[in-house]
């Protein structure tokens, strides 16, 4: 299934963007002055093979996993918090529920690896191959079937998605000590993330970080045993999603740190993917930005936020609706009837006649 979704993810439609991008250069403003949300729009445009998408179909997908490292670290939080966090997610009380009602997204949480009995649980999606991963200071957090597993779990919930009418997929997670996973994994493409004169629950969780990798030696050159050795279940997860939602061109909206571990891991499984990613905001962990560098996925907001679920990802899905807005709403100068630039950059490129 996996190499099957590889095999499935084509290029952007050029064509379609240069449309779009006509469009965007004869709208009455100064050329590239909307210059994000102009790139959202083409973006968008590529994906979904229509010069002028409008009001496309939302789902943010929340894949939720624990840790078995976080028995080594006294700052996480209890082990039954995710299954407190999930719950109040399925009685639509948290968060990511008034988030998603925001765009009017459909949220679909799936239990990955929840270190607690989730059975019979509303509205929660039970994939679940184990009660948490192994803790990865002493050896592999999990098997690589269970690896693969998890990647093509999210291939299949991603297809779903798609299928249902789905064109963008926003990710989100929740999970007890996924940010000492996460960042073991981005370290083994990026290096450790450089953090200056860190506190002493920082710095616990870099010699955890360290220590897992020192113990479980991954192959950067095989995404799977990184995920294997040193990843979550609901990273695997995600990254399936990514990988799913390319092969079925639906655009993927970036969250926080781990995303950003499971879209490295989907990038260096299939190169191609990287261009239906859609960065959000910029989380506070160095790895995060690590990541988004190595990939080449830009985020556009400065908010500090720190919670998951997803939320982050809605907000960059605001963003797309904002991009589109502005495609689709405002008048070129045609339209409107407003005098073409007469020189400088925008003289070559726009037209009176570009309109609808």
Known sequence: ????????????????????QLRLDNLTKPLNSLHGLEYLARKMAGI???????????????MAADHGVAVRDP???????????????????AAINTFAGHVAANLVPV???????????PQLRQAKLAYGTKDITGGPAMTREQAVAAIETGIRIAREEITAGTQVIGLGEIGVANAIASTAVIACYCGRPACEKPDAARQRKIDLVETALSVNQPDPGDSIEVLAR?????????AGVILGAAAYRAAVVLDGLPTAAAALLAVKLAPAAKEYLIGSHFAPEPGHKAALERIGVPAYLHLDLQLGEGTGAVLGMSLINAGLHVLNDMKTFGEAEVAIAQDGPGASKQSKHVRD
């Open 75 to 93: 700052s996480q939080p209890p082990p039954f918090s995710t299954a407190r966090r999930m719950e109040n997610i399925c009685r639509g009380c």
């Open 230 to 238: 040193v990843g979550g279940f609901e990273i695997g997860a995600l």
């Open 48 to 62: 979904t093979g229509n010069a002028r998408p409008r009001s496309l179909k939302k789902s943010i997908v929340l």
């Open 111 to 121: 239990d990955m690896g929840i270190a607690a009995d989730m059975a019979g649980m």
């Open 1 to 20: 299934m996996i190499q099957d979704a590889i095999a499935a993810i084509g290029a952007l439609n050029t064509e379609t963007m240069d449309r779009c």
